[in-house]
């Protein structure tokens, strides 16, 4: 079988501060089209394959040669492309300014994420593409000097709702204002998160339980669903930033004993810890709650997204990403629904010994969708309106 000629868009998002979604065209062979169908598939924000044509004939050449503006992205495929008509759209696509890149580099366009397997994390490192230079190791210093700082302000500026909030807490519950639970950070060493308590004292009697947003969880004090909706009891956390415990961005800190048990069957789970973790993050604006293994994946993809490419300008995307979905209700709040702690009931978490793969997944649930290879309907794409 011959190259294919693929146009992906992004669907419009109900979001604050949204960034440009530029299309992406990819020159590939049959088998690289299969990847893409599962990044649309699994991506965090919403993709749609406008079309896919062999490209083949005359035809196809002058489509292909008009389709390369400056405003699109090309993804070219890894394998040997020997076709003289393709070689000279492609190099005239250059030479008008459009960004050309590899497969693997477009394909990361699509699904800001990273496979979890080692061998996927090392062929992307080793690209070349992704080096930390001096601007970003400087960002880096200067960031964890200035963070301190910023969450002292925060917390004198913040502080008569502070006071408001543990007001609430404690006249509308019995015991403590505060919640601290062992989490790991920078190396895997345990540090005590604080938030404000958002459930009963008694809320894991039976044992850890998944993280959740479900307001009608029978574990919730009177007002931990509003605390937990508007993220009012992450508010103690710029003292773990005060202390280094912490930053303002990174991979969600992870409990010891969930961490333990995800490492059995996501054996780079701990990579995570590689970096500081964060009150927000990439996988946070992203995922929200994870509620089981699968999630946890998921989360771990994207934060091994950000472990790998986290700059000044990504860092940038996630603050205005985070305040977006502050105004908007939150990720957890309004986002997800999620099902993993029945009402009235608390289940323990549990892990199953064989994941599938989140490329396999997106297969199955693209397949499951009933989409297909047929041939698209003829439409003018040269000046269709991409939504």
């Not at 009697?205 to 009012?232: E, I, M, Q, Y």
């Not at 202390?243 to 333990?260: A, L, Q, V």
Request: aromatic share 6%; hydrophobic share 40%.
């Amino acid at each position: 079988m011959g190259l294919r000629y693929l146009l992906v868009a992004s669907e419009s998002e109900r979001s604050y501060f949204k960034g440009s979604r530029p299309e992406v065209l990819f020159v590939v062979h049959p088998d690289e089209e299969l990847k893409i169908l599962s990044a649309i598939g699994s991506a965090p924000r919403k993709l749609k394959l406008v079309f896919s044509k062999p490209l083949e004939g005359t035809a196809n050449h002058l489509e292909l040669a008009k389709l390369l503006r400056a405003d699109r992205r090309l993804g070219v495929s890894a394998l040997p492309i020997n076709c003289k008509e393709i070689t000279t759209a492609i190099l005239n696509g250059h030479l008008r300014g459009v960004r050309i890149t590899d497969f693997e580099a477009a394909l990361l366009e699509l699904n800001p994420s990273i496979a979890s397997t080692p061998e996927a994390i090392v062929r992307l490192v080793t690209k070349g593409g992704l080096h930390q230079n001096n601007g970003v190791r400087v960002y880096l210093r200067v960031k964890q000097v200035l963070e301190p700082v910023v969450a002292a302000l925060l917390l004198f500026v913040l502080s008569p709702l502070l006071m408001l909030v543990a007001a609430l807490v404690k006249l509308t519950s019995s015991g403590p204002i505060f919640y601290g639970q062992e989490r790991l950070g920078l190396h895997g060493k345990e540090f005590k998160i604080m938030k404000f308590r958002s459930m009963r004292t008694d809320a894991e009697k039976h044992g850890p339980v998944w993280a959740s947003a479900n307001a009608k969880d029978s574990r919730l004090s009177p007002v931990g669903g509003f605390l937990r909706g508007t993220h009012l009891d992450e508010l103690p956390q710029f003292w773990n930033i005060l202390c280094g415990h912490i930053s303002f961005i990174g991979p969600r800190p992870e409990r010891k004993c969930f961490s333990d048990q995800l490492e059995k069957t996501i054996p780079t789970f701990a990579l995570r810890t590689m970096v500081k973790p964060g009150i927000t993050g990439w996988a946070q604006t992203r995922q929200g709650y994870a509620n089981s293994a699968d999630d946890s994946r998921t989360k771990l993809e994207l934060d091994l997204y950000y472990i790998v490419k986290h700059s000044p300008r990504l860092d940038a995307v996630i603050v205005l990403k985070t305040l977006g979905l502050l105004v908007s209700g939150g990720t957890e709040g309004k986002k997800r629904s999620l099902a993993g702690i029945p009402s009235g009931a608390v289940t323990k978490r549990t892990f199953s010994s064989k994941l599938p793969s989140s490329g396999a997944l997106a297969v199955k649930r693209y397949h499951d969708a009933s989409f297909s290879r047929r041939p698209v309907a003829k439409v003018n794409y040269l000046s269709a309106n991409i939504s």
